[in-house]
């Protein structure tokens, strides 16, 4: 960044996605301006323990600091097991977010790579709340209009973002799909892609590469 060298993704994408609170200060941005088109899970933030007062129905899901890949996230069922995790955030320094617990028939991914997209779904067959850290069977689905769109939108962050996933889960409850987070260049890909996708990441970079002026 300090000496304006171009990357993929843009230095101040990959420098802003390495800290959740600003990014989801960004998603949120971008709920308010397309309201239902850009639907999120509401989620509050706290600086420490002491800020700590969670007001939205349980169970909620609370995750401390920057975490990945179901790390730092916990579930909490009732007040009292908030409690707990409330003493818990007294011995860190991290900050903490909260959101009601989404019960959903499956996840979404939309990929975005360069000009291509991709999107698909996960099915969990371990049983974990967590779906995304146990084992579960995938689906492609087709790129809707509304995927191609929060793809989209997620690419103009921070002055650019070329290698993106969007996850989103579908709400049992309501039917609705909702966005939880979207991530840069550390999505992973999905294994009986991965060599057509290593060749559009190739091709994104040979593109950056090309264009330098």
């Not at 991290?94 to 009601?100: K, Q, R």
């Not at 579908?170 to 909702?178: L, Q, R, T, V």
Request: aromatic share 10%; glycine share 8%; with cysteine.
């Amino acid at each position: 960044m300090f000496a304006g060298v171009p990357g993929v993704n843009s230095p101040k994408a990959i420098f802003n996605f390495s800290e959740k609170a600003v990014l989801q200060a960004e998603l949120n941005r971008l709920h308010r301006e397309h309201k239902d088109k850009f639907l999120m899970v509401p989620q509050s933030y706290f600086s420490s323990h002491k800020e700590f007062f969670y007001s939205h129905k349980y169970p909620a899901v609370l995750k401390l600091g920057t975490a990945h890949a179901g790390l730092g996230k916990i579930k909490a069922h009732d007040e009292k097991q908030l409690d707990d995790v409330r003493s818990l955030m007294s011995m860190s320094k991290h900050y903490c977010t909260a959101e009601p617990f989404v019960q959903g028939n499956y996840d979404i991914r939309i990929q975005k790579i360069g000009k291509h997209y991709r999107a698909f779904k996960r099915i969990g067959i371990s049983g974990k709340w967590k779906t995304q850290t146990g084992s579960s069977k995938h689906e492609i689905l087709e790129v809707t209009d509304k995927y191609k769109f929060w793809a989209d939108e997620a690419a103009k962050l921070f002055g650019g973002v070329d290698i993106l996933t969007v996850d989103a889960i579908h709400n049992a409850a309501d039917g609705k799909e909702y966005i939880l987070e979207v991530n840069g260049t550390a999505s992973g890909l999905l294994g009986q892609f991965r060599e057509e996708d290593n060749a559009h990441i190739r091709d994104v970079v040979l593109h950056k590469l090309e264009n330098l002026t």
